[in-house]
């Protein structure tokens, strides 16, 4: 069965730092994966998403996450947090069997400090 | 082009009782997912529709149930209210054909079960 596991439920940053939110797959077939960024009483908006083309992987507002299958991982990453960026991030995984069953992650709140 | 849209925003019932929540997908999209999301957890996939039939499940009693419309709408049916199904409940839409491609969000329906 697919899984992600997330690392950290809460992760703080000073502003301007670099944002590391981890986030490691388990499927028996190629996966595809997601981040999702969710603000407060709002739905999941899409950062960025892995399908087995390039294995490093740009999305919106400078985030960025690298597909490792050597160790099944696909970690986001921010050069230089903003103020903005404070939210709860989801790392999803589903598979091309799966109908676009997305499996989700338990999610990471980040907290940037000024 | 409206996104997804959910409704009520806000739902208050006692156990024992019945909710219907409805979505209305993206414009073009044909496949409606719904999502529950419990305080600090991540969406737990319940059921997706595709052709006004349910296609998967997830692991949710047979209190939840669902519908889509022609028009590619959907409801999703919860009998018996329990004080657990209290959560954020998420619809997202999506198209059948484009495995990977992203899912669209509602803001979601916040039911309190008291």
């Known amino acids: 069965a697919q899984s992600v596991t997330q690392l950290g439920s809460h992760v703080s940053v000073s502003e301007g730092a670099l944002v590391l939110l981890r986030c490691n797959y388990s499927?028996?077939?190629?996966?595809?994966l997601f981040w999702y960024v969710q603000y407060p009483n709002q739905g999941l908006q899409l950062l960025l998403k892995?399908?087995?083309?390039?294995?490093l992987v740009k999305g919106i507002n400078d985030f960025e996450a690298e597909f490792k299958k050597s160790e099944t991982s696909f970690h986001l990453t921010k050069p230089s947090a903003h103020m903005s960026d404070a939210a709860e991030y989801f790392c999803?995984?589903?598979?091309?069997?799966?109908?676009?069953?997305?499996?989700f992650g338990t999610g990471t709140k980040l907290q940037v400090i000024p | 082009d409206a996104g997804v849209t959910q409704s009520p925003t806000h739902l208050i019932k006692t156990r024992g009782q019945q909710v219907t929540l409805r979505c209305s997908p993206k414009s073009g999209h044909d496949t409606v997912s719904w999502y529950q999301q419990a305080l600090g957890q991540g969406p737990q996939f319940i059921f997706q529709y595709y052709e006004e039939e349910e296609r998967q499940r997830g692991n949710f009693p047979d209190r939840f149930s669902g519908h889509q419309f022609p028009n590619y709408s959907s409801e999703l049916n919860v009998n018996a209210l329990l004080l657990g199904d209290s959560a954020l409940y998420l619809c997202?839409?999506?198209?059948?054909?484009?495995?990977?491609?992203?899912?669209?969000f509602g803001s979601g329906t916040q039911l309190s079960v008291l």
């Open positions: 499927s028996s077939v190629p996966p595809y």
């Open positions: 999803a995984v589903a598979y091309s069997g799966g109908y676009q069953k997305v499996t």
């Open positions: 997202a839409s999506s198209l059948e054909l484009s495995m990977g491609e992203k899912l669209f």
């Open positions: 892995y399908t087995s083309a390039a294995t």
